[in-house]
């Protein structure tokens, strides 16, 4: 194991008072010694700030800094803005995570020269203790898969605190403030400008689930900004090429918007954000000619047939050779 590396853990706070000992200190115990810890306090107005003041003088690998309150994702970009390691990885203050993750997650880069190597997560009750979990084989993706990976395995693949980052990945990039579901709308980039990224299905990430979490209260705006992330995302996988994920894409979209509509009359803020629906729905039916095919084959094709594999293949070349000639007819 080589801690030659120095590794920046950034984690973003505001009020977890109750929760954040048990996240600090998790980071602490890591087998992996050569960290720098930063405390983002973003605002917090219960005893959150103290705590961090606190754990600076118990190690000096402890970095703290105060803000006022802006979101996850400004917190983010700050603890960005002030590490000095040339790896990055992001833990939730409400969250812990096992002993030996940041060691297991350098060493998958070291082995496979990965930009980015992520694993699996507990996803358990504050009551509840996670278990050793056993090692798992290190799979590599290159080129389209890394994107198909989100569609193969959501969880994994689009949260950002079970990860470890190389640096280079933020360079001219940060995270969108003001807006939920951040996480969707960077993970394609992320994973796009990465040359590989490494995985396990090891548990090493303990994920605390929560009835207090800015995204236990769903809101029509919130569902319009989960659905804005993968117009997003669609029109990025265009620029680029990558058909078959815009295809995925394309078909998760429009599950989201449908999920939302269905559900606008529950909402409040209804008015507000309704308007902004009905365009999306707009741009989906504008969209929907270019992906029917795709879309009426998983919907329909692949519930009748169980030979997948060989449907897939043949309906994917097919759209494929399509693409192209309408790209080269353009």
Same mark, same amino acid.
């Given at each position: 194991?080589?801690?030659?590396?120095?590794? #920046?853990?950034?984690?973003?706070?505001?009020?977890?008072?109750?929760?954040?000992?048990?996240?600090?200190?998790? $980071?602490?115990?890591?087998? /992996?010694?050569?960290?720098?810890?930063?405390?983002?306090?973003?605002?917090?107005?219960?005893?959150?700030?103290?705590?961090?003041?606190?754990?600076?003088?118990?190690?000096?690998?402890?970095?703290?800094?105060?803000?006022?309150?802006?979101?996850?994702?400004?917190? !983010?970009?700050?603890?960005?803005?002030?590490?000095?390691?040339?790896?990055?990885?992001?833990? =939730?203050?409400? =969250?812990?995570?096992?002993?030996?993750?940041?060691?297991?997650?350098?060493?998958?880069?070291?082995?496979?020269?990965?930009?980015?190597?992520?694993?699996? *997560?507990?996803? $358990?009750?504050?009551?509840?203790?996670? *278990?050793?979990?056993?090692?798992?084989?290190?799979?590599?993706?290159?080129?389209?898969?890394? $994107?198909?990976?989100?569609?193969?395995?959501?969880?994994?693949?689009?949260?950002?605190?079970?990860?470890? %980052?190389?640096?280079?990945? %933020?360079?001219?990039?940060?995270?969108?403030?003001?807006?939920?579901?951040?996480?969707?709308?960077?993970?394609?980039?992320?994973?796009?400008?990465?040359?590989?990224?490494?995985?396990?299905?090891?548990?090493?990430?303990?994920?605390?689930?929560?009835?207090?979490?800015?995204?236990?209260?769903?809101?029509?705006?919130?569902?319009?900004?989960?659905?804005?992330?993968?117009?997003?995302?669609?029109?990025?996988?265009?620029?680029?090429? +990558?058909? !078959? #994920?815009?295809?995925?894409?394309?078909?998760? %979209?429009?599950?989201? /918007?449908?999920?939302?509509?269905?559900?606008?009359?529950? +909402?409040?803020?209804?008015?507000?954000?309704?308007?902004?629906?009905?365009?999306?729905?707009?741009?989906?039916?504008?969209?929907?000619?270019?992906? /029917?095919?795709?879309? +009426?084959?998983?919907?329909?094709?692949?519930?009748?047939?169980?030979? %997948?594999? *060989?449907?897939?293949?043949?309906? *994917?070349?097919?759209?494929?050779?399509?693409?192209?000639?309408?790209?080269?007819?353009?």
């Amino acid at each position: 194991m080589s801690q030659s590396e120095l590794i #920046s853990v950034i984690v973003p706070i505001f009020n977890e008072e109750k929760h954040l000992k048990r996240c600090v200190d998790s $980071i602490l115990n890591q087998t /992996y010694r050569n960290l720098e810890i930063l405390l983002i306090d973003d605002g917090s107005t219960d005893n959150s700030p103290e705590i961090c003041e606190n754990y600076k003088t118990v190690d000096t690998r402890i970095k703290v800094i105060h803000q006022e309150n802006g979101g996850l994702s400004k917190a !983010r970009n700050t603890g960005i803005d002030h590490a000095t390691a040339d790896y990055y990885v992001f833990i =939730d203050s409400n =969250d812990a995570i096992m002993p030996k993750m940041i060691e297991t997650l350098n060493d998958m880069r070291l082995k496979t020269g990965a930009d980015i190597s992520m694993c699996n *997560y507990f996803r $358990i009750n504050d009551n509840q203790a996670p *278990y050793e979990d056993m090692p798992y084989p290190t799979r590599v993706l290159v080129g389209e898969n890394k $994107i198909l990976l989100i569609y193969r395995l959501w969880g994994l693949a689009v949260v950002q605190w079970n990860k470890l %980052f190389n640096k280079r990945i %933020f360079d001219g990039f940060r995270y969108p403030e003001g807006l939920y579901h951040e996480d969707e709308y960077v993970i394609h980039h992320e994973l796009y400008k990465a040359n590989k990224i490494a995985y396990t299905l090891q548990k090493l990430y303990i994920y605390y689930l929560s009835e207090e979490g800015i995204m236990a209260t769903p809101t029509l705006e919130k569902k319009y900004h989960v659905c804005l992330a993968y117009q997003n995302r669609l029109e990025f996988l265009e620029k680029v090429h +990558y058909h !078959r #994920s815009a295809a995925n894409t394309f078909i998760r %979209f429009k599950t989201h /918007y449908k999920d939302a509509m269905k559900s606008v009359n529950l +909402y409040n803020d209804k008015d507000e954000w309704i308007l902004k629906m009905e365009e999306m729905g707009h741009y989906l039916e504008d969209n929907k000619k270019k992906y /029917y095919d795709f879309y +009426y084959f998983v919907d329909k094709i692949v519930q009748k047939y169980r030979n %997948f594999p *060989y449907f897939l293949s043949y309906h *994917y070349n097919t759209l494929k050779n399509r693409f192209l000639k309408e790209e080269k007819n353009d």
